[in-house]
């Protein structure tokens, strides 16, 4: 075999169990197909970039087959040129280039490995920080991006099916202006064997979304009764300022949570006393029906059911498992209905 560069013989050598073949005059070397990459310990012969490269034909022919060869860049942005046969894939290296070929893909590997140890180590640092920040192995702000957007869009896709249908159906039961005392009693046991059926089937998925509509229904119909109460005292007006004010608290704690992502955790068990204080001061104004009583228990539920709202939406973007939509949506649901009958409740006995 003559060498392609000078049109010496070369002479064969093994290395590392592959015959290369040497010129002895210009110290070039020819590589078959594959073998620079089987020297080098790459995956192919010239770099992935060298594509977006262009050939340049030459006068050398190959020595394997006499066709012409191609000057082409080993990598993009790369000063070192190999001849290259299109036909047989061999390539020619000049004298020296084959060292500088090896640092380049040494440095390559050495920032390729660097950019993998600091990316592990950033995703690992997050992991950590957000695990003891959180108290939770599996937040789930550690799921992946797509995973948590669309657990997040799912529940708040359900709460506004939700209070559409309670809008709707307590329409419904104002319109046709039901009074009657047995109707009101069926609901109210409906309501809460519903309620422990939502809880109990909630990670059934047909199932569950049944039963949370159903719901929500069945809320709306509750609602209207006490609606028209106010209805009929010509303060139908309050009903939309409830609604204004309750939509105004509920977007702006949802933007603070979903902005800083604090951990609202902590004051569960302060809600949990407010709430038993809530259902305390609830029944003395039964027994003691009092203006004041009714003032002080909607102040109260209307700080208890914010708080609630900051709770369960922190829970919703750190805690609950991503199949926990249905809970993670009723549990926002009964806050904001609480909270709307609270603000009802205070303006209502302001007037």
């Known amino acids: 075999m003559k060498c392609p560069s000078c049109g010496e013989y070369m002479y064969s050598k093994k290395i590392r169990g592959i015959d290369l073949d040497f010129c002895p005059s210009c110290r070039g070397t020819w590589f078959d197909h594959s073998e620079l990459a089987a020297a080098l310990q790459t995956k192919s012969d010239l770099h992935a970039s060298s594509i977006y490269t262009s050939s340049t034909r030459t006068e050398m022919e190959c020595p394997v087959c006499t066709t012409t060869l191609y000057h082409k860049a080993y990598a ?9 046969c299109h036909s047989c894939s061999g390539i020619f290296v000049d004298k020296g280039e084959i060292t500088k070929i090896k640092e380049f893909n040494k440095n390559l590997q050495e920032k390729f490995t660097e950019y993998k140890r600091k990316r592990m180590q950033k995703s690992n640092e997050q992991k950590k920080k957000l695990s003891n920040l959180y108290k939770s192995e599996n937040p789930v702000l550690a799921e992946s991006l797509l995973v948590r957007k669309t657990f997040i869009q799912k529940v708040y896709g359900l709460l506004a099916i939700s209070l559409f249908i309670s809008a709707l159906f307590a329409y419904i039961g104002i319109l046709l202006n039901i009074r009657s005392v047995f109707l009101i009693q069926c609901l109210v046991v409906g309501y809460f064997a519903i309620f422990g059926l939502l809880l109990w089937f909630r990670r059934k998925k047909v199932l569950g979304l049944t ?15 006490s609606l028209m109460h106010y209805m009929e005292r010509g303060l139908g007006h309050l009903i939309w300022l409830s609604l204004f004010v309750t939509a105004l608290l509920f977007f702006g704690l949802s933007f603070y949570v979903h902005n800083t992502r604090k951990d609202f955790s902590a004051w569960s068990g302060f809600l949990y006393c407010g709430l038993w204080l809530i259902i305390g001061t609830s029944i003395c104004y039964i027994l003691f029906p009092m203006k004041i009583l009714s003032i002080v228990n909607a102040s109260a539920g209307i700080l208890i059911f914010c708080g609630y709202i900051l709770l369960d939406t ?11 939509y249905i809970l993670a949506t009723l549990e926002l649901y009964l806050d904001i209905v609480n909270l709307f009958l609270d603000i009802l409740r205070l303006l209502g006995e302001k007037d």
């Open 314 to 324: 922190s829970k919703i973007l750190l805690k609950f498992n991503t199949d926990e």
């Open 211 to 225: 039963l949370l509509l159903s719901y929500a229904a069945i809320t709306g119909f509750i609602l209207s009764f």
């Open 76 to 84: 993009q942005h790369f000063d070192v040129e190999v001849d290259q």
